[in-house]
Nanobody, 122 residues
Framework: QVRLVESGGGLVQAGDSLRLSCAASGRTFSIDAMGWFRQAPGKEREFVATISGSGRYTYYADSVKGRFTISRNNAKNTVSLQMNSLKPEDTAVYYC???????????????WGQGTQVTVSS
């Protein structure tokens, strides 16, 4: 059974940084794209960033480009999201996903984590 577990969320101030991590288990993920998505209160879940199986290709939403960096460690089956210069509008529950298809691996995705809350105060 595939399992994704996120960690690293929290409450920070605008301008601060956070690093989210996602540990995958249950199968070999080195060939699968992985990604981060988020859902703010009252809004639909949206694409944040995705990374190809090799890690060679990365894609970002315009709203986070230049501030967020996605990376992966296939030896450890982990994917991370380094978030810098955080803004209040980045406040959301962040989800890790894998088995993603579509343009830029934006979805649909087969497997999801339970999410981790990120709150950015102004």
């Amino acid at each position: 059974q595939v399992r994704l577990v996120e960690s690293g969320g929290g409450l920070v101030q605008a301008g601060d940084s956070l690093r989210l991590s996602c540990a995958a288990s249950g199968r070999t993920f080195s060939i699968d794209a992985m990604g981060w998505f988020r859902q703010a209160p009252g809004k639909e879940r949206e694409f944040v960033a995705t990374i190809s199986g090799s890690g060679r290709y990365t894609y970002y939403a315009d709203s986070v480009k230049g501030r967020f960096t996605i990376s992966r460690n296939n030896a450890k089956n982990t994917v991370s999201l380094q978030m810098n210069s955080l803004k209040p509008e980045d406040t959301a529950v962040y989800y890790c996903a894998t088995g993603c298809s579509g343009d830029y691996y934006r979805g649909p995705c087969d497997y999801w984590g339970q999410g981790t809350q990120v709150t950015v105060s102004s």
